[in-house]
């Protein structure tokens, strides 16, 4: 609690005590109204200052002027202890709003903790502890074990763990060496690093994802705004209701007292307040901002919140998205020999070659290569390559190749790209490199259907056979495939095309060269964004890690946050146009309607904080 | 020139609202926002006529909460 709600809950208890004295005590009519009086202002003055300042300035919609009129209205018509129940229930329920907030502010802002308090600055040999923002670029800076890397810099000496959890969800620590990058925001687990500051702390990670986390909820979505303007046209027309209802029918119905219509009109004037509506929808949205950057995921603004929550269509590029975009040996099928001796047949005859295949596969076999095994290296341009290995002549190449020496290629299952071997014009057997699929892209395709996405479109530059493959194992409704960047955009534009009027499209890449995209899409959501720069810049979201599961969380996050703000709207206003319905006939008190007034503020506030909670696997 | 400042005592969240309209209004301002969660004021506004607009986005905001001041 701060002081001020301090200072406001003492004067609330004193308040109620001396109610309750009154009360109890039994005492003349006048007694009792200077009890109740001294109560009322003890509790009240604060409200009726500002009230009395609105109105030399001519604002009479504000809420402290109302809900003065309305408790001094009902000690005008003699209900001193409505009167002054009225102004404590309020003030409970403000102290309360108030110390919501700023338990889910601070919250919110915990999980956002990845600001470094100093700096430890090597300077003429000795170590000076430095605000970050005093460090420039080429400093030698030291951090020890515990610390949190207060700049991005480069590892001049030491090893160690770090945590990058706070930067991008992701649990397993990084093993850091000498040469390595390594990037402000993470936490040195185990040993003690020198590192040479490569940028200054306003360019640093940490400072870019701060101000982007931050700033995020500037970018108002539209259930914010239809709120804001709701609420600007809410108060005047209950206000001007409450008179109406205060003065018209007493004039017109001979039965009716004016006390009992003034007080259904005294109702409307505590419910007009819009607070609990204003209040609850920016806190969820923020909610929802902070929930998806513990994730690893930066949000750039409410309103893609919003539009992530009606996703209709996903596309998704191919490599580096969902592939790991390194080609990689995925199949050994050797026949007669083993697996190792078919591989270490085609390492040998492409030890010279610096193909990606042939790289891929002096990778897979791992051992060094005694390059004085191999002779009479013969490259058959087009088809692959023939080799002497250890006396046996090897051919590794293409279906071609094998068919010019005549070597029968027995029937075989592969895509992506396959290589044939032969020892001494005997097929020996093929291998198949390709471009392997992340761990999570098949649960993430799972996931983000099971979310209610109804299609999800793969874009790729790649072969037919390969993109079409990738395709149907990880269950993507529709592929286009051999892609030249511009196609790529054209194909986004038919895609927005065939999406309802109220469905998003999305779309996910890798950020670095898919830019046009980005922007053209819905919602543009760059991957692996940690470090790179551009891609923070050209998304409208930047999933930190690489893994494209979190398109799918993110979505969820989205889906629950609007999902709170539909209920919050719901809840607030149906609680406070059924209780001004009640009021109207004559059936609410006030401390009813003090309920649908702040005590609709604390629930919205606390049903908000219900998407911090949310687990990252649902 | 756009300018991030730190708002004291932003208690309502309506208030917020009311501010960032009125703000919105003033002729030397292109946009602002008042974000009543981080409490934070953002306005970009005409380069030579900044120090008399902040006075007057100052005036503003007290008439609208008499506790709430700019930090600068």
């Not at chain 1, 402000?184 to 400072?207: C, D, H, M, P, Q």
């Not at chain 1, 029937?411 to 291998?431: E, F, K, L």
Request: hydrophobic share 45%; charged share 20%.
């Amino acid at each position: 609690m701060t002081k001020r709600q301090k200072k406001s809950l003492i004067l609330i208890l004193l308040s109620s005590l001396i109610f309750i004295i009154g009360l109890i005590v039994p005492l003349g009519n006048t007694g009792k109204l200077i009890i109740y009086l001294a109560s009322y202002i003890l509790v009240g003055h604060h409200v009726l200052q500002k009230a009395f300042r609105n109105i030399l300035k001519g604002r009479v919609f504000d809420e402290n002027f109302l809900m003065a009129l309305a408790s001094l209205g009902a000690f005008f018509i003699g209900d001193y202890k409505e009167g002054v129940t009225v102004i404590i229930f309020y003030q409970i329920g403000e102290l309360f709003e108030h110390i919501a907030v700023d338990r889910s502010r601070k919250s919110i802002k915990d999980l956002m903790d990845i600001c470094p308090d100093y700096a430890n600055l090597e300077k003429d040999g000795n170590l000076e502890t430095v605000d970050p923002d005093e460090v420039c670029i080429d400093d030698i800076i030291l951090i020890k074990t515990g610390e949190k890397v207060p700049l991005d810099g480069e590892v001049v000496e030491g090893s160690s763990t770090l945590d990058t959890t706070a930067l991008t969800g992701e649990t397993v620590p990084r093993t850091v060496h000498a040469g390595d990058t390594i990037l402000s925001g993470t936490i040195n687990l185990t040993g003690v690093l020198r590192v040479r500051v490569t940028k200054e702390f306003g360019e640093s990670t940490v400072s870019k994802i701060l101000d982007l986390v931050e700033n995020a909820s500037n970018k108002k979505a539209h259930h914010e705004q239809f709120i804001t303007k709701f609420a600007r046209y809410y108060t005047p027309i209950v206000v001007i209701i409450a008179a109406f209802l205060s003065l018209i029918p007493p004039l017109l119905i001979p039965s009716a007292s004016f006390s009992d219509w003034i007080h259904r009109g005294l109702i409307f004037l505590v419910i007009s307040c819009p607070c609990a509506l204003v209040i609850s929808v920016p806190l969820s949205f923020f909610g929802g901002i902070g929930a998806a950057s513990k994730a690893g995921i930066l949000i750039k603004g409410s309103n893609y919140i919003e539009a992530l929550a009606n996703a209709e269509t996903v596309v998704f590029d191919k490599t580096g998205t969902l592939t790991k975009g390194t080609f990689e040996v995925t199949k050994i099928a050797p026949l007669q020999i083993s697996k190792d001796k078919l591989l270490e047949y085609a390492a040998y005859a492409e030890c010279y070659s610096s193909h990606p295949i042939a790289l891929s596969l002096k990778k897979s076999y791992g051992n060094p290569i005694d390059t004085n095994m191999v002779s009479d290296i013969e490259e058959i341009s087009g088809h692959g390559i023939k080799a002497v290995v250890n006396g046996v002549v090897v051919h590794v190449g293409n279906s071609k190749l094998m068919n010019q020496i005549q070597v029968e290629i027995p029937a075989h299952s592969s895509t992506g790209t396959t290589v044939h071997i032969s020892a001494d014009y005997q097929y020996a057997g093929y291998i198949t490199i390709s471009d392997q699929v992340k761990s999570d892209s098949k649960s993430a395709i799972t996931s983000i259907k099971a979310l209610g996405v109804k299609t999800t479109v793969m874009l790729t530059g790649d072969q037919k056979a390969v993109g079409e493959m990738v395709a149907s194992e990880l269950g993507i409704d529709k592929v286009r495939t051999e892609l030249l960047p511009v196609d790529k955009v054209n194909e986004v534009e038919k895609l927005l095309e065939e999406t309802s009027q109220t469905g998003k499209l999305i779309f996910v890449g890798d950020g670095i060269n898919d830019a046009p995209v980005l922007t053209r899409s819905d919602i543009g959501i760059a991957m692996g964004g940690l470090g790179s720069d551009a891609a923070i810049e050209a998304a409208d979201i930047v999933i930190m890690t690489d893994e494209p599961s979190k398109v799918a969380t993110v979505i969820a996050i989205s889906r629950k946050t609007l999902r709170i703000v539909k209920q919050n709207i719901i809840f607030a206003l149906g609680v406070k146009l059924f209780i001004l319905s009640l009021g109207a006939f004559g059936l609410a008190n006030m401390w009813e309607a003090v309920f649908a007034d702040v005590g609709v503020s604390v629930i919205a506030i606390l049903n908000a904080m219900r998407v911090l909670k949310m687990k990252h696997n649902e | 020139m756009k300018k991030t400042f730190k708002l004291q005592d932003l208690d309502c969240a309506n208030c917020a609202a009311k501010m960032e309209h009125a703000i919105n209004e003033m002729e030397a301002v292109h946009s602002a926002t008042v974000n009543f969660m981080t409490q934070k004021l953002t306005v970009d506004i005409d380069e030579e006529k900044f120090d008399s607009t902040m006075k007057d986005i100052q005036k503003t905001i007290r008439k609208v909460e008499p506790d709430c001041t700019i930090i600068m």
